[in-house]
């Protein structure tokens, strides 16, 4: 593996995700788990934390807690402990949070990446399920704070890896990779805006071939362009103490997006011991092999394994085939279209082309595109059957993209087909080797630019709907 | 209609049912025997709520879709929650406290047709062996009212002995139901761990708590706790997922074919808890047991010779690890109670200081001022025995022992059928006499703590009268799910004796 140092020193990196849960109801109560709904409506009694109320687990957390599990080839803990975090702030109702500690659901496990050219491999150490906490508010009202529950109670996976990335570029390719696989298999929304996958990055930094450096950890990056710039500042920070004599102290830092900086919230010497034990209200958390398997049989086709296909089945090379399971819509729209115009490295072609390009340009994500795959199909046999050219074809697009429509006729309104007729296309050629006696004379004297110049003379004058095909051959012949 | 305060709930129920009297008329006559408070046994009593629902039951049994204990009166431990009625767990840290729902076990017991009387007082949050933990003031015994009720059912048990309802719910954690029965010479019964649901039961310690029925016969308790038990998945994790049983079912069966093939019950004494038994081979034990009263002793040795008398047959069975229980107990139930009791910090519910710097001193001294000391002492062990560093050393430990206690339980079970013994070393002792000193009263725990730690069923029943003319109980245990056996070894022994029916001069 080849580090990158940074002023000498290697970056160390490890992560720790809280992937919200895309479950209906809340970890251990009934209340729903929507976003953005006024405070403390979607909070009940278990979650309230009221006397007598007990925990009764989802197993809808369990079972994409499952799932993350087989995508990752994570061992599923037949036998898992929910244990009790103990400490005391206004918005966590019971005075504990019910996580697990000693023996989590998930364990072990890799993501596969790509950093540029370089497939990486990041280990994992273990993802367990826990509850979040609600939310202070400490804004409009007056002198007090506000504690809304809402969040009180909702499922999350904390997915932890071991710290194997070697910089701020490898530490968001795995980052953009997990989010990737969570929304495929759908147990997250990825909705990072909202909170429903958050990264902390553990850094430190180290001389080559040295032992690990003490780390601090920015919590709570929740966009990957912060992510990329708090590390690097952290980074760049730690270097500077280390170079300037002063030792790095192990804390938790928050990362300002306005000033670019992190700065530390706690170290270490105020670290609460949280008593964590086995919570009495829970008995473990049993996954016999017959469950497992059911989820197994139950799990949507894993990117890696739908790109491995496609290039099978499709013959599209493997950047090809990678690229378009960068999400499930995207997949499904090549495979649709694919099959339907039966051309699937033109499909492949213009979805990673025109197609992700239009969407960039209007910031829309796959599942909006209203451009159908029946369309875009048409669109594709028009062009393979020379009826137009792929210039031709952008404008059909185009229309496509603002109006809809029919393909034939989109053509034909606006006149965009091919000439293929030879003889009205001899006599364009004929015209244009006329007028342009120089570069016929250039062209036989060996330069073959000249020759390019004829083709764009010749589709100028036929208003680009002769066949550039045709016209190369029938040059060719006449020029011969 | 004076003398319906002495009938049983198996009475009541066939009174009711046979339409003798109504259900108006039992819950007039009990409200009635409540003015002044008697023993200070309630802490939340409205008329209206109980004659509303005496009403409902009327109309019920007229409509002939009465339950089974369709108006017969009862009155819970003011741990269990209910929407009715303020709920404080003894504390003052909840007064005035009202739950949004019904602990399961209310529910399911008003479902039954059972009429709620009252809230009862105990200990604060279930925590002591002589009700003089409570916020709201110490309960008297009606056998003397100089003395404790027991505990941390001390209402439940006072209530109940002074017929001031037939019967009451309590909960056991430690001893919790069985200490004051015996102490207050009722029946109680503590189902095995995840009978009875856990919703709605203001936690103390999770693993141990269970809650069961008091009255003043097996019979009763039979009847009550079958229409408390059955699952309860979709609210408590630990609900055991067991259909819910007629307890009663073998009530009647003679102990000469009471045993596990049909043949002759086998009473295992554990060797060590009576001076009977004390022989050369328990010596080893026995020095760590603290030995029972001379009367009481002999009163329990009484119990069990009438057992064998029935045709029962004893044996000495071995458990070596009782006097362990007392520090695993405390470990564990301290570790559970210092989390459970968390969620009380002023914020959401519960007590809250009028004053306070900031948030920091908002939790302090809304917690100083809402818990007694006895609570706050259990938080203080608890936090102390799951701290970074000590968790090995106490907590991990202590579940270990924990396993080891409930497997002696199983090597004894495989030589006998049901386990007899005492519930207390001792009668009940006078108010204040321990008040100052916790760890005698934990030592005096050491007969019911074991079979807490297993999870088992256990009970107590009343055989007679020790020193100071005070009752006396003696304890069965039994295996898992073997409450029918207890039930029914018990009222063999309550047909044949009439110490069940001894009231104190309190009740006339």
Not at chain 2, 3 to 12: F, M, P, Q, R, Y
Not at chain 2, 228 to 243: A, E, H, I, K, Q
Not at chain 2, 438 to 450: C, E, G, K, M, N
């Amino acid at each position: 593996m080849s580090a990158k140092l940074v002023q000498g020193y290697e970056v160390v990196i490890g992560f720790e995700t809280h992937a919200q849960l895309s479950t209906q109801s809340k970890i251990f109560s009934r209340a729903p788990t929507a976003f953005g709904a006024e405070p403390n409506t979607q909070a009940c009694a278990v979650d309230l934390a009221l006397p007598g109320t007990l925990p009764v687990m989802n197993l809808g957390a369990v079972e994409r807690a499952i799932e993350l599990g087989l995508a990752l080839g994570s061992h599923i803990a037949e036998r898992s402990i929910f244990a009790r975090k103990n400490y005391f702030y206004p918005d966590l109702p019971k005075g504990y949070q019910i996580s697990q500690f000693e023996i989590p659901v998930v364990q072990g496990g890799e993501v596969i990446f790509m950093l540029g050219d370089e497939k990486k491999t990041v280990r994992l150490v273990r993802a367990h399920l826990e509850e979040d906490a609600g939310k202070s508010l400490h804004e409009d009202f007056i002198g007090q704070s506000g504690i809304d529950l809402n969040r009180a109670g909702t499922p999350l996976l904390e997915i932890v890896t071991e710290p194997d990335m070697r910089s701020s570029d490898e530490a968001v390719a795995y980052a953009k990779k997990l989010h990737e696989i969570v929304t495929w298999i759908g147990i997250c929304d990825g909705n990072m805006q909202e909170g429903s996958f958050r990264c902390d990055a553990n850094v430190s930094v180290r001389k080559p071939g040295a032992a690990l450096g003490t780390r601090r950890e920015i919590k709570n990056l929740n966009s990957f362009k912060f992510m990329q710039q708090a590390i690097d500042y952290e980074v760049r920070w730690q270097i500077e103490e280390i170079e300037e004599g002063r030792e790095i102290q192990q804390a938790t830092v928050l990362f300002n997006p306005d000033t670019g900086e992190t700065r530390a919230m706690r170290t270490k010497e105020d670290a609460a011991d949280y008593r964590y034990f086995p919570d009495p209200d829970l008995p473990p958390l049993v996954i016999g092999r017959d469950w497992v398997e059911r989820v197994r049989s139950e799990m949507v086709e894993l990117p890696w394994v739908m790109a491995a296909r496609f290039v099978r089945d499709y013959g599209l090379p493997e950047y090809d085939a990678a690229t378009l399971t960068q999400s499930m819509a995207m997949a499904a729209y090549f495979e649709e279209t694919a099959k339907a115009c039966g051309q699937p490295k033109l499909a492949s072609n213009w979805i990673m082309g025109e197609v992700s390009r239009r969407l960039n340009s209007s910031d829309m994500a796959f599942a909006r595109l209203l451009v159908t795959t029946t369309q875009l199909a048409a669109l594709i046999g028009r062009i393979a059957d020379g009826t137009i050219s792929n210039n031709a074809a952008k404008q059909v697009f185009d229309a496509l993209w603002s109006d809809g429509g029919d393909v034939d006729a989109i053509i034909e309104a606006k006149g965009l087909k091919q000439m293929n007729d030879s003889s009205a296309l001899e006599a364009i050629i004929d015209d244009v080797l006329a007028a342009n006696a120089k570069n016929v004379e250039e062209y036989k004297a060996g330069n073959v630019k000249a020759f390019n110049a004829l083709v764009g003379q010749a589709m100028k004058a036929s208003k680009g709907k002769a066949n550039p095909a045709q016209v190369n051959e029938l040059l060719k012949n006449k020029l011969s | 209609m004076d003398e319906l305060h002495k009938h049983s709930v198996a009475e009541l129920a066939a009174l009711l049912k046979s339409k003798k009297v109504s259900a108006v008329e039992v819950a007039t006559r009990f409200l009635a025997r409540l003015g002044g408070n008697p023993h200070n046994a309630f802490l939340d009593i409205n008329s209206e709520v109980t004659l509303a629902q005496a009403r409902e039951s009327d109309a019920k049994l007229a409509a002939g879709t009465a339950g089974p204990l369709e108006g017969v009166p009862i009155a819970h431990k003011d741990v269990f929650v209910t929407k009715d009625l303020a709920t404080t767990a003894g504390s003052r840290m909840l007064s005035g406290y009202r739950s949004p729902f019904d602990a399961t076990v209310v529910a399911r017991l008003r479902q039954a047709g059972m009429v709620t009387l009252g809230k009862l007082n105990c200990d604060e949050f279930a925590m002591g062996s002589a009700n003089e933990n409570s916020a709201y003031g110490a309960v008297s015994n009606p056998w003397n009212t100089a003395h404790v009720p027991g505990g941390s059912s001390g209402g439940s048990a006072a209530a109940v002995a002074a017929r001031l309802t037939p019967a009451a719910t309590g909960t056991d954690t430690g001893g919790s139901i069985r200490q004051p029965a015996a102490f207050c010479g009722i029946t109680g019964i503590k189902p095995t761990y995840g009978r009875a649901s856990r919703y709605g039961m203001v936690a103390y310690a999770s693993s141990l708590d269970q809650a069961g029925p008091m009255a003043r016969s097996a019979e009763d308790c039979a009847l009550l706790l079958s229409a408390m038990c059955g699952p309860d998945l979709d609210r408590d994790s630990t609900s055991l997922d067991v259909v819910a049983e007629d307890f009663s079912r073998d009530l009647l069966r003679p102990l000469a074919r009471a045993g596990k093939d049909g043949g002759a019950l086998k009473i295992g004494v554990p060797r060590g808890w009576l001076s009977e038994l004390r022989d050369d081979v328990s010596a080893q034990f026995s020095d760590q047991l603290q030995s029972v009263s001379p009367l009481a002793d002999m009163r329990i040795m009484s119990g069990v010779q009438e057992l064998m008398r029935q045709g029962a047959k004893l044996i000495e069975i071995d458990l070596p690890n009782t006097a362990l229980a007392i520090p695993v107990y405390y470990i564990v139930a301290c570790a559970e109670a210092s989390s459970n009791l968390s969620r009380f910090d002023g914020v959401k519910f519960g007590h809250r200081a009028a004053d306070f710097a900031d948030l920091t001193d908002m939790y302090k001294k809304s917690r100083a001022e809402g818990f007694g000391q006895e609570v706050k002492r259990r938080i203080m062990t608890g936090a102390y025995v799951l701290s970074h560093g000590y968790y090995d050393a106490y907590y991990l430990q202590a579940q270990k022992i924990r396993r080891m206690i409930a497997d002696d339980f199983q090597s004894a079970f495989a030589q006998c059928d049901v386990i007899a013994g005492p519930v207390a070393p001792t009668t009940a002792w006078k108010l204040g006499d321990k008040a100052d000193d916790p760890v005698a009263s934990y030592l005096a725990d050491i007969f019911t703590l074991p079979a807490s730690l297993a999870g088992l069923p256990c009970m107590s029943l009343p055989v007679g009268l020790g020193e100071g003319g005070m009752p006396v109980g003696l304890q069965l245990i039994g295996n898992y799910l073997q409450e029918a056996k207890l039930l029914n070894v018990a009222h063999q022994y309550q047909l044949a004796t009439a110490h069940h029916q001894q009231q104190p001069g309190a009740a006339a």
